[in-house]
């Protein structure tokens, strides 16, 4: 057989490998896409998401230039405060207490808005996050949080637009074909890439190669090995076929670890979601995020978090691990009837699994839990509810005295008819351990210099979050650093 060479070899079909692709294409390199599953699971993590992506903005003009179809009528029914590079910082400061690599996070912070204009030239299409970023007040949008901006057809639909712009470009897609193992020549520098196949293995030359193929959340070893025994019961929200791999190539290549290789992005699914994610499914349904409206209890009957400590945003990614830590990694989001309609779409979803009853007790006896622990829970609760005005558009500040873990916002009492309790797990989303990279996305080994030829992107690159993430910010990652390592990619190949 005849050794295939491409300029550009990217591995992974996912936001980050497909945006690197398209960079690289756009430099005038030959570009080959390298996905380990079969076609109709493509697009990994990335096809699971609801396309919700972080970047700053200044005015809703700004959203106007990738949102055209939005109208004046539309745009006079927004509300929206701006949200700047500085609270982008401030956000990812805060929320990784301060351990974020700051020359990648700044880079992604500066740089993440005009990826957004290039996508939106790509051909990628977006929209306001109208159900759930904003509430309506007085007749209008009020949106919150910086997180306000998806991509149409959630991750579903900015991976078949990734990929239509791939075919139009001539990019060259292999599906069921594993990157397995780096090639460098004499002089150090990265010349290929061996690729596993159904009908074998088979190296191809490349002058770079992009990896672009998640971290490990997908291998249960690596994740038990990394960052603990109590994630083997965690359930994995997305894609089976991240399993570190391009990790380990690029360590064998002489790249260095670096992030948080301890942590992960894991929050609270439905207890009865599929220990995998399911490529049938149109894209995550089973994630449970309204908890800042309700209560967190454990199968004692008791609370062990701050459930209105902050934003959605900046706990969900956070509090998984917390839910894993309960007997049988299990508990439940409870409400009652003052909020039900409050309630994020994914809670009325058909394979959501719900408990209702009109009265607590009622509600306690269909649950798995201490009941009477639980009576006692909600009653110390309500006794600590301080008054206040409830406003889930702001930290309302509306909170708890004299009981532990407090409740600092939205705190209402849990009195009205009907009572509802969502059964959730943990559900990992990805690991945050990767390599590290250059301001370039160039894999660097253990003295900051570059090898030659090698680029990384998306959950591969280490350093960004720690113990924490700010929503929206991985579809913006992969994006960035997609486009940079594209763009340097394909340029080093063709500039001889
Ligand atoms: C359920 C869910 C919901 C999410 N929602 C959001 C959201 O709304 N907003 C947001 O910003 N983030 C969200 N995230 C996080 C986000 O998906 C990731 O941060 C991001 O998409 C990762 O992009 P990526 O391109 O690095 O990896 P992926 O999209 O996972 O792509 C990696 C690809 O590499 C392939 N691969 C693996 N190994 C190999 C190999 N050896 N050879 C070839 N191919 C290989 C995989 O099959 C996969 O296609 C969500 C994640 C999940 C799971």
Redesign the pocket.
């Known amino acids: 057989m005849n050794q295939k060479s491409f300029d550009v070899v990217v ?7 497909l945006c690197a692709a398209i960079a690289a294409r756009n430099s005038g390199a030959s570009v080959l896409v ?4 079969p076609q109709h699971k ?13 970047f700053p903005f200044n005015s809703l003009d700004d959203l106007r230039v990738i949102i055209p179809q939005m109208s004046d009528a539309d745009a006079a029914n927004i509300v929206l405060p701006a949200y700047t590079e500085a609270d982008f910082r401030a956000d990812f400061q805060r929320i990784t207490e301060g351990q974020t690599d700051p020359v990648l996070s700044d880079l992604l912070i500066s740089t993440a808005y005009d990826t957004m204009v290039w996508l939106h030239g790509e051909g990628i299409q977006f929209d306001m996050i109208y159900d759930n970023q904003s509430f309506i007040k007085d007749g209008k949008h009020h949106f919150w949080g910086g997180l306000v901006v998806k991509t149409v057809g959630r ?1 579903i639909g900015l991976i078949d637009a990734l990929n239509a712009r791939a075919t139009e470009l001539g990019i060259e897609v292999w599906y069921n ?4 193992e780096l090639q460098k020549d004499a002089s150090g520098a990265i010349s290929g890439i061996t690729v596993q196949t159904e009908g074998g293995s088979q190296t191809v030359a490349a002058k770079s190669v992009v990896l ?3 971290s490990y959340e997908g291998n249960l070893k690596k994740r038990i090995a990394q960052m603990g025994a109590e994630w083997e019961n965690a359930i994995l ?3 089976e ?3 570190g ?2 990790i380990d190539m690029a360590l064998a290549a002489g790249g260095v670890r670096h992030g948080d290789w301890a942590g992960g ?1 894991a929050i609270s699914t439905d207890a009865n979601a599929p220990k995998v ?1 399911d490529f049938t499914q149109a894209g ?1 349904i089973f ?1 449970k995020s309204s908890y800042p409206l309700g209560l967190i209890i454990n199968k004692e009957g008791k609370r062990f978090v701050d459930e209105g400590a902050d934003f959605r945003n900046y706990t969900y990614a956070k509090y998984g691990r917390e839910v894993l830590k309960q007997t049988d990694a299990t508990a439940y989001h409870v409400f009652d009837g003052q909020v039900a309609d409050l309630l994020r779409s994914e809670y009325r979803e058909e394979l959501c699994t719900v408990h209702s009853d009109d009265t607590l007790e009622g509600l306690a006896e269909k649950m798995d839990v201490d009941q009477a622990e639980f009576m006692k829970t909600i009653h110390d609760y309500n006794v600590a509810v301080q008054p206040g005005d409830f406003n889930p558009q702001v930290l309302d500040g509306k909170g708890t005295v004299g009981i532990t873990p407090p409740k600092s916002n939205w705190a209402n009492t849990i009195l009205k008819a009907p009572f509802l309790a969502f059964p959730v797990t943990c559900g990992l ?2 690991a945050f351990g990767g390599v590290k990279v250059s301001t370039n996305a160039e894999v660097v080994d253990a003295t900051d210099a570059p090898i030659p030829g090698l680029y990384a ?4 690159v280490g350093g960004l979050f720690y113990k924490n993430y700010p ?8 994006a960035v650093f ?1 486009k940079l390592a594209g763009d340097h990619a394909g340029a080093y190949s063709v500039s001889d």
């Open positions: 591995v992974g079909a996912g936001n980050a490998a390298l996905e380990k599953g493509r697009g990994g993590n990335s096809f699971f998401t609801d396309g919700a992506i972080r991750g074909a594993a990157g397995t672009a193929c998640g929200r997305g894609t076929f991240n399993t791999d391009g992005h994610g995550d994630k989303t990805f992107a998306g959950e591969m929503g929206g910010s991985g579809l913006a990652s992969g997609g």
